[in-house]
């Protein structure tokens, strides 16, 4: 069996073999009883570890395609009619409270845009789409060892729930990487949450109720503006230009709504890649603390900036307890690793704690000891100045395959940090025509009007993720947007 395998995709290899046998199963190509190669066989067929295929084997069998016939091997299982029936009529056989639930359900669009990318079939897809840098240089095998020592070390402990707030001894490490930052807190302010969604849930639940107001940049981190609108809240743009929101607008903005929080992405801002200055951050607290108003500072890559001088965080300037700060490994390290935290000073602490224990008693304490040990022995440093160089060669060359391969009308920033480049597209392209032309071209990206306030504006505007790729995909991957571009224009005459 013949199975097209892409090794430097950032999917894994038993999910591309699981997804290509998927597609024949329910497409009838291979149909009921269709016996599958042997795990052994089809591993040394496809150059990969047994272990593999026996992984995608295992998750068509969960998902009932496939089964095992004892010393005779796996087989396609005939369709289940009920779930055809469910799947053709999902109206008719939900009960009431499923149809209730559907309808307050909310998709993430950067889920959408990687499945029109996958439906569209090419063998080398690139995605420009991702919202997390390469996890392709994460050192798994050291990270593997570190896991094993900690299992030694403290066995039965490393299992069990450990504290609520986190890891003691990891907080005490987050403490002197902020320090490092010239952000001065305490192990006691610190956190630990699973990844910065979760920190920016906790936030939102423990101060905000429905129909609440915030205030955020225009445009900004689309998971926040998801989170925001499934939880009930009234959202309000607040205008950016080159040197982040305009914080001269803002004052406006709190005399008339009265928000209980404003969101903020002030270092390599999420999704145009700018930073706020060092005079708005100090009127951005001076006016939340006039007008009693929270801030919440997501300080995603903070860390990984490639040119020019670091800017204080607006925590770092805080001396009154109005902002709370939210941070994450999971965008630089592993996505899976899921830890993050939240610094915050005062009664809100005590009140996220306590909302996190009832969520989910506590954050995974392997993972948390085995990141305290990866962090104390110097690695993430390590990794980071690594990963910089790497990432700052791939925005460098991106911007060179945007001058060589797309108009001369298009424009753009270049970032000093970070891990986006926020591209403007010259009329009359629009994104919304541009996605599916380049998604058959085997390239995706994620549309502006994903980022902002009303879900609509932003057509002209599209994110690109230079840190996930390589530097041969990247070249490719603008080429194949540049291909998109020019029949889009060859349509509009």
């Known amino acids: 069996m013949r199975i097209p395998l ?12 699981e997804s290509y046998l998927r597609q024949g199963i329910l497409s009838g190509s291979l149909p009921a009883e269709t016996r599958l190669p042997a795990c052994r066989q089809l591993a040394h067929d496809l150059g ?19 089964f095992s016939r004892m010393g005779s091997g796996t087989y396609v299982l005939p369709s289940n009619p009920l779930a055809e029936g469910i799947k053709n009529n999902p109206e008719k056989d939900w009960p009431l409270w499923q149809k209730s639930v559907q309808a307050r359900s909310l998709k993430s669009k950067s889920d959408t845009v990687e499945e029109m990318l996958q439906a569209a079939g090419h063998p080398h897809p690139i995605h420009f789409a991702s919202g997390v840098s390469d996890s392709r240089q994460f050192p798994v095998n050291e990270f593997r060892k570190v896991i094993q020592s900690v299992m030694r070390r403290d066995q039965i402990a490393a299992l069990e729930y450990g504290e609520g707030n986190g890891y003691a001894p990891l ?56 989170l925001f609108r499934t939880l009930g809240f009234q959202i309000i743009g607040i205008p950016m230009d080159g040197q982040g929101m305009q914080v001269d607008k803002l004052e406006k903005l709190l005399q008339q709504h009265h928000p209980k929080l404003i969101y903020t992405v002030p270092n390599f801002h999420n999704p145009t890649g700018t930073c706020l200055s060092s005079a708005r951050r100090r009127q951005l607290i001076v006016l939340a603390d006039r007008y009693n108003v929270p801030i919440l500072e997501d300080d995603f890559v903070g860390d990984l900036r490639y040119e020019g001088h670091a800017q204080p965080s607006l925590k770092a300037l805080d001396t009154g307890g109005q902002v709370i700060y939210v941070s994450t490994f999971s965008k630089m390290l592993m996505p899976g690793l899921r830890v993050g935290f939240i610094v915050a000073n005062g009664p809100i602490y005590d009140s996220l704690l306590n909302f996190k224990r009832l969520s989910d008693q506590a954050t995974s304490t392997l993972i948390q ?13 390590a990794y980071l100045r690594r990963s910089g160089q790497i990432f700052r060669k791939r925005r460098d060359t991106m911007l060179n395959a945007i001058q060589q391969y797309l108009p001369d009308e298009v424009s753009f920033d270049s970032p000093k940090g970070g891990l986006f480049i926020w591209l403007r597209l010259p009329q ?24 902002f306030t009303d879900g609509a504006s932003g057509e002209e505007w599209m994110r690109l993720n230079f840190a996930a790729q390589t530097e041969e995909d990247i070249e490719e991957g603008i080429r194949r947007l540049g291909k998109a571009m020019q029949q889009i224009k060859t349509i509009n005459g």
Request: with cysteine; hydrophobic share 40%.
């Open 428 to 451: 009359p392209i629009s994104t919304d025509a541009l996605l599916p032309v380049a998604c058959k071209e085997g390239v995706s990206f994620v549309p502006g009007n994903f980022f």
């Open 48 to 66: 990969v570890n047994r272990a593999t295929v026996e992984n995608a084997y295992a998750k068509l069998q969960a998902d009932g395609l496939v």
């Open 6 to 17: 892409t090794p430097q995709s950032t999917s894994p290899l038993y999910q591309q073999i």
């Open 171 to 226: 907080r005490a490490g987050i403490t002197r990487i902020l320090a490092s930052q010239g952000l001065q807190t305490s192990p006691e302010n610190i956190l630990i949450t699973a990844g910065s969604q979760q920190a920016i849930f906790l936030v939102s639940q423990v101060l905000l109720k429905p129909n609440d107001i915030v205030l955020v940049e225009d445009p900004t981190y689309s998971g926040a503006l998801d």
């Open 369 to 381: 000891r085995a990141l305290d040990t990866y962090v104390t022995i110097g690695r993430y440093q």
